[in-house]
T-cell receptor, first 114, second 113 residues
Framework: GDSVTQMEGPVTLSEEAFLTINCTYT??????LFWYVQYPGEGLQLLLK?????DKGSNKGFEATYRKETTSFHLEKGSVQVSDSAVYFC?????????????FGKGTKLTVNP | KAGVTQTPRYLIKTRGQQVTLSCSPI?????VSWYQQTPGQGLQFLFE???????NKGNFPGRFSGRQFSNSRSEMNVSTLELGDSALYLC????????????FGPGTRLTVL
């Protein structure tokens, strides 16, 4: 079935370091792909998305490119801040007969130290 | 516009009891989905409701059920609670048309003792 695999971490970086969180997926067809972020004590917030191959999603300095050939959607940021500390989830969307559901990776906890 | 709200935020129950969680979607959103988040299994889809009808269901036992009211508010119920039901239960709403973004609430933290 459809699934998402992402590096589980935890990942600890110093402020201004480069971030990569790997995400690969298995799916029938070409699903839309997402990165969500969860701050402590909160629900999920959509960080960025891509709906077709070669699309690049970007937001708040984060970027991810939909790579069909490698079935990947890696999250990157050139210079992380302490405020980026959170748990990041890669997800794909399955649409069927009007219904939609998200399939998530296990999440990667990021801690950024000053 | 107010976001997705969930009540209660925290809940403690004992094994064998039942629990009802509530979710109020963003105004105008007709679809509500529920997800369970645990450290071991991560985020898993429970079910989706649209216009008071369940449209999709995840791989959970029949102890997990839900419903949606005419104002799009949704409730989920878990009967005969087990320790493994301890989790953060997240509700998400979307407008209902294809490819609309899902907006998540803050979740209800359920602890089963």
């Amino acid at each position: 079935g459809d699934s998402v695999t992402q590096m589980e971490g935890p990942v600890t970086l110093s402020e201004e370091a480069f971030l990569t969180i790997n995400c690969t997926y298995t799916a029938t067809g070409y699903p839309s792909l997402f990165w969500y972020v969860q701050y402590p004590g909160e629900g999920l917030q959509l960080l960025l998305k891509a709906t077709k191959a070669d699309d690049k999603g970007s937001n708040k300095g984060f970027e991810a490119t939909y790579r069909k050939e490698t079935t990947s959607f890696h999250l990157e940021k050139g210079s992380v801040q302490v405020s980026d500390s959170a748990v990041y989830f890669c997800a794909l969307r399955i649409s069927q007969g009007g219904s939609e559901k998200l399939v998530f990776g296990k999440g990667t906890k990021l801690t950024v130290n000053p | 516009k107010a976001g997705v709200t969930q009540t209660p935020r925290y809940l403690i129950k004992t094994r064998g009891q039942q629990v009802t969680l509530s979710c109020s979607p963003i105004s105008g959103h007709r679809s509500v989905s529920w997800y369970q988040q645990t450290p071991g299994q991560g985020l898993q889809f429970l079910f989706e409701y649209f216009s008071e009808t369940q449209r999709n269901k995840g791989n959970f036992p029949g102890r997990f059920s839900g419903r949606q009211f005419s104002n799009s508010r949704s409730e989920m119920n878990v009967s005969t609670l087990e320790l493994g039901d301890s989790a953060l239960y997240l509700c998400a709403s979307r407008a209902g048309s294809t490819n609309n973004e899902q907006f998540f609430g803050p979740g209800t933290r359920l602890t089963v003792l």
